[in-house]
């Protein structure tokens, strides 16, 4: 069965550096997200990407927040500047259509000390 | 913005025992969508209702979603300590693609 591939499962960062979280969507999807969830919480919409674009972002998105597709077939979610609070399990999810069930990747835990 | 309820937040049950998690909404959703979540895994699509009074069932699990469109339930028959998990649901909002998660029932099977 296809999956979407995230790396690193974990990553520790200190307080103020730059991360770059990667996923390999499944490669007939066309739209692409990244969602959070602070354990033990709800999962939380972060941006959808569609055509090379965002085409929604939720607050928590702010400027310290950017999507990139570099080549085609990797999808990354960079924090310019980790704050304590963006500890989390950030997720990647892909679909082929809009309006169906979300494909997750298995996430990447992320520790911000 | 538009949100969901979720209830109960836990429930334990002995195996065998039937579960019932429910999920509401104040304003009509336009589908609903279910996922589980094991211990320290992923969110995995079980299901997608849209349609008024829908039922859908998977081996011992039954999905509904309310004549009224604002509330949906998903119900484990028998239930086996594999159920072990948070099941969450989720809808997209008119003119929107994102979804937006309830806050999930943790289901306990104990042995």
């Known amino acids: 069965e296809p999956e979407v591939t995230q790396t690193p499962s974990h990553q520790v960062t200190q307080m103020g550096q730059e991360v770059i979280l990667r996923c390999v969507p499944i490669s007939n999807h066309l739209y692409f997200y990244w969602y959070r969830q602070i354990l033990g919480q709800k999962v939380e919409f972060l941006v959808s990407f569609y055509n090379n674009e965002i085409s929604e972002k939720s607050e928590i998105f702010d400027d310290q927040f950017s999507v990139e597709r570099p080549d085609g077939s990797n999808f990354t979610l960079k924090i310019r500047s980790t704050k304590l609070e963006d500890s989390a399990m950030y997720f990647c999810?892909?679909?082929?259509?809009?309006?169906?069930?979300?494909?997750f990747g298995s996430g990447t835990r992320l520790t911000v000390v | 913005g538009q949100q969901v309820m979720q209830i109960p937040q836990y429930q334990h049950v002995q195996e065998g025992e039937d579960f019932t998690t429910y999920c509401n909404s104040s304003t009509t959703l336009s589908n609903i969508q279910w996922y589980k979540q094991r211990p320290g895994g992923h969110p995995v699509f079980l299901i997608q209702l849209v349609k008024s009074g829908e039922v859908k069932k998977q081996k011992r699990l039954t999905f509904q979603f309310g004549e009224a469109k604002k509330n949906s339930s998903l119900h484990i028959t028998a239930t086996q300590t594999t159920d072990v998990g948070t099941y969450f649901c989720?809808?997209?909002?008119?003119?929107?693609?994102?979804?937006?998660f309830g806050k999930g029932t943790k289901l306990s099977v104990i042995p």
């Open positions: 989720a809808f997209s909002g008119a003119g929107s693609y994102q979804l937006t």
């Open positions: 999810a892909s679909r082929e259509v809009p309006n169906y069930g979300y494909t």
